[in-house]
């Protein structure tokens, strides 16, 4: 598997190669070359796309005999990632936007391969059962199942991973079925959420949760074993098993912070059928000061999760645009300017005094509620304030108990 991931890493090289090369020799008419070089041959009058090099497939095996060796399919799909990327780059998305340009892979930067069908007469998987696994060209291996394949899904892509700490298989299944979400009439209970690095989440009911800080409280370890790296001769033996300590070290960090993020998600869609969070740009909050710590904290991975098991569980989740939800007060509507340093919303209006991200939590609230056409009334009482009480709610900062460090 090791040397397909290098064989297939050459061939993505390849043809990308081959594109730049067709876009070099095309850029421009032959009375406006470039004053300093021009590649030179014939023109190539087809654009070497994802058919046309996975026609050259053939030409490959016969050229280069070692990758005959290798499943057709997981061959097609390499270059159709390679075409995604592709696209990405000249092909703008909804909101006039594209991706960088592709790049060539370093040695070890491929890291997985996919079979695009599994359990089928010419499938690459042909057989997984009974925690064997057995891939075509490869042969059969034990793997440990995470869980057992459920009943009445249709296995559709196997794609093996290497990670830090061995080799892994991802399965995508289909299911006809899909969780309907709850009607808009029933929902009884919602909740405004407003991120954050002093507190990783604050809910409209004044509730928050602590940050973890995964990566601060590793980093003299990793820094540490990275000196050690530097201190190593690069490419040997005793540098190659450093780097893999180190990739452990990075791979423990982030499967804590997926599971603290998969903790939170599920105990807010338990308690609340509508969750409204906000919009934010977080690549642009990124090129602050704060731009180790709110990679840190991940809020673009946890909004991801979240949703997700939202969408599972039939709950509605809403996006809302974060803008003034910290300067305008929950109460009265009107604007209470305020630095980062302030964390206490002091309204000179109507006198609310609260913390200031359950004051943007409760904004947050009011938006997501008006993008799906309800109001506070229509779902009950929540966030322990009613329209009647002119929008107090209880200020006591109470800790929410959806993560246990230990």
């Known amino acids: 598997m090791d040397t397909w991931l290098e064989m297939l890493r050459r061939h993505y090289n390849y043809a990308l190669g081959q594109r730049f090369d067709w876009l070099r020799r095309t850029r421009s008419s032959i009375?406006?070359?470039?004053?300093?070089?021009?590649?030179?041959?014939?023109?190539?009058?087809?654009?070497?796309?994802?058919?046309?090099?996975?026609?050259?497939l053939k030409v490959t095996k016969e050229l280069f005999p070692a990758y005959q060796e290798i499943h057709a399919e997981v061959q097609q799909q390499n270059l159709k990632r390679l075409d995604k990327s592709w696209d990405r780059w000249m092909k703008p998305d909804k909101s006039g936007k594209r991706a960088g340009r592709p790049r060539f892979k370093k040695k070890g930067q491929l890291r997985s391969f996919t079979f695009p069908r599994i359990n089928c007469p010419k499938a690459g998987v042909n057989r997984?059962?009974?925690?064997?696994?057995?891939?075509?060209?490869?042969?059969?291996?034990?793997v440990i199942?995470?869980?057992?394949?459920?009943?009445?899904?249709?296995?559709?892509?196997?794609?093996?991973?290497?990670?830090a700490?061995?080799?892994?298989?991802?399965?995508?299944?289909?299911?006809?079925?899909?969780?309907?979400?709850?009607?808009?009439?029933?929902?009884?209970?919602?909740?405004?959420?407003?991120?954050?690095?002093?507190?990783?989440?604050?809910?409209?009911?004044?509730?928050?949760?602590?940050?973890?800080?995964?990566?601060?409280?590793?980093?003299?370890?990793?820094?540490?074993?990275?000196?050690?790296?530097?201190?190593?001769?690069?490419?040997?033996?005793?540098?190659?098993?450093?780097?893999?300590?180190?990739?452990?070290i990075h791979q423990r960090i982030g499967r804590k912070r997926e599971h603290f993020h998969y903790n939170v998600a599920h105990q807010l869609v338990r308690n609340y059928d509508l969750i409204a969070v906000e919009d934010l740009n977080i690549k642009g909050l990124a090129r602050t000061k704060l731009a180790k710590s709110i990679y840190d904290v991940a809020w673009g991975k946890f909004l991801t999760i979240l949703e997700a098991v939202a969408v599972k569980c039939g709950v509605h989740f809403v996006k809302v645009n974060p803008h003034s939800t910290t300067v305008d007060c929950s109460q009265c509507s009107a604007k209470v300017p305020k630095t980062l340093s302030v964390r206490l919303h002091q309204c000179p209006k109507c006198g609310l005094e609260?913390?200031?991200?359950?004051?943007?939590?409760?904004?947050?609230?009011?938006?997501?509620?008006?993008?799906?056409?309800?109001?506070?009334?229509?779902?009950?009482?929540?966030?322990?304030?009613?329209?009647?009480?002119?929008?107090?709610?209880?200020?006591?900062?109470?800790?929410?108990?959806?993560?246990?460090?230990?």
């Open 31 to 56: 009375d406006q070359c470039s004053l300093v070089s021009e590649p030179i041959g014939d023109i190539p009058d087809k654009f070497p796309g994802y058919n046309f090099q996975a026609g050259e």
């Open 145 to 163: 199942m995470h869980r057992p394949l459920p009943d009445g899904f249709e296995l559709k892509t196997a794609t093996l991973v290497k990670k």
């Open 354 to 406: 609260l913390d200031r991200d359950e004051n943007a939590a409760i904004n947050i609230l009011y938006k997501g509620l008006t993008t799906v056409g309800l109001t506070v009334a229509a779902c009950g009482r929540l966030s322990g304030y009613t329209p009647d009480e002119a929008g107090m709610p209880n200020s006591d900062v109470r800790m929410l108990t959806l993560y246990s460090q230990n």
């Open 165 to 248: 700490d061995g080799w892994y298989i991802a399965i995508s299944l289909e299911d006809s079925s899909v969780p309907a979400p709850l009607p808009i009439d029933e929902i009884k209970s919602a909740v405004g959420i407003d991120l954050g690095l002093k507190s990783f989440l604050v809910t409209s009911t004044g509730e928050f949760v602590a940050v973890q800080q995964h990566y601060r409280k590793t980093q003299r370890h990793l820094a540490r074993q990275q000196k050690k790296l530097a201190r190593k001769q690069s490419g040997s033996t005793n540098s190659e098993k450093q780097k893999q300590k180190i990739s452990r």
């Open 128 to 142: 997984i059962k009974d925690g064997i696994l057995t891939l075509s060209k490869i042969g059969s291996m034990p």
